[in-house]
């Protein structure tokens, strides 16, 4: 499995981005796509995941309504909408695969990075003050 981001960039506040996640050698259905950010000195944080199965999605409180996780099951690739951009949003971002069973969001563990078995490079997202 291979996953690529791509989509970063710097931006002032309240501004937009969108994030790229390609994916590669699935030989299954059932994962789950999650998104990931982590700033510079701190944790890797889950901030949205999507159901590649059923297409559900969930979202961490600091994201939700500004934040949006899509898939295109054509192009293979699933994508993270970033609007109303704000200076605390700066940081590395991620997605990450996690071979669920029957593909679903484990509202348990869809934040918990350890729970992921494939990982991007990551790419950069400045919010400009």
């Known amino acids: 499995v291979q996953l690529v981001e791509s989509g970063g960039g710097l931006v002032q506040t309240g501004g937009s981005l969108r994030l790229s996640c390609a994916a590669s050698?699935?030989?299954?259905?059932?994962?789950?796509i999650g998104w990931f950010r982590q700033a510079p000195g701190q944790a890797r944080v889950g901030i949205a995941c999507?159901?590649?199965?059923?297409?559900?999605?969930v979202y961490s409180d600091s994201v939700k309504g500004r934040f949006t996780v899509s898939e295109d099951s054509a192009k293979n690739t699933v994508y993270l909408q970033l609007n109303s951009l704000k200076p605390e949003d700066t940081a590395t971002y991620y997605c990450?695969?996690?071979?669920?069973?029957?593909?679903?969001?484990?509202?348990?563990?869809?934040?918990?990075?350890?729970?992921?078995?494939?990982w991007g490079q990551g790419t950069q997202v400045t919010v400009s003050s």
């Open positions: 990450a695969a996690d071979l669920t069973p029957m593909g679903l969001v484990s509202l348990s563990t869809w934040y918990t990075a350890e729970w992921y078995d494939y």
């Open positions: 050698g699935f030989t299954s259905d059932d994962y789950v």
């Open positions: 999507i159901s590649h199965r059923d297409g559900s999605t």
